[in-house]
Every structure is written in C-alpha cells, then in structure tokens.
C-alpha cells in the first residue's frame, strides 16, 4: 500500500507563488510516476504535471514556463513538489497528487488541497 499526504494549499495574490508537497510512503518502489492534477469548481478534473520515477516531467499548456515538478526520495518515502509561480486566478482549484504504481497501472489520489488565487 502507498499512502499519500498533501500540503501546501492557501490563498495568494495572483502573481504571487505556492509550492505544493505530496509525500508518499509505504510500498513506493512500486511507484511509476506521481503528479498533480487540479479541479475547478464544476470543471472537469484536468493534468497539471507529471513526473516519471526516471525524472522525466510533463506539464499542461496552460501552467508551462510558471510551473515546475520536481521529486525528492529517501529510503522511507518520495516527496513530490510543484512550486507554483506566477499564479493566476485561472489557476485557482482544488489540487490532487496522483500515483501510478507498477505493474499494475492502478491510480492513487491524494485528498486534495485547495489553492485559491484572488485578483
């Protein structure tokens, strides 16, 4: 089992930036890739960024050049991060870490933490 706990969320000022953190501990050699993904208020549930267990990053139009993951790991636990930048009121949502494990391709999901960006 991996178990996943976020933190990071807040309100700012659009410009302003967050960084957001995703530790995931248990069984995480089993872990694929991790990312984030966001959901607005009655939109559908959209990629943010992606990082593969390689170090290979993947992000959505919309948050490229304002928007970095980056992926941290010790022998107890990998820690996924996205430092946001540049935040617009566009961005605001509720922010979801996400896991792929190994064979199996089953998805994990964090509980979420809420980023508002006001204007």
């Known amino acids: 089992q991996v178990q996943l706990v976020e933190s990071g969320g807040g309100l700012v000022q659009a410009g302003g930036s967050l960084r957001l953190s995703c530790a995931a501990s248990?069984?995480?050699?089993?872990?694929?890739?991790m990312g984030w993904y966001r959901q607005a208020p009655g939109m559908q549930r959209e990629l943010v960024a992606t990082?593969?267990?390689?170090?290979?990053?993947?992000?959505a139009d919309s948050v490229k050049g304002r928007f970095t993951i980056s992926i941290s790991r010790d022998n107890a636990k990998n820690t996924v991060y996205l430092q946001m930048n540049s935040l617009k009121p566009e961005d605001t949502a509720v922010y979801y870490c996400?896991?792929?494990?190994?064979?199996?391709?089953?998805?994990?999901w964090g509980q979420g933490t809420l980023v508002t960006v006001s204007s």
């Open positions: 990082i593969t267990r390689g170090g290979s990053p993947n992000y």
């Open positions: 996400n896991v792929i494990k190994s064979p199996t391709y089953v998805e994990l």
């Open positions: 248990g069984s995480i050699f089993s872990i694929n890739r």
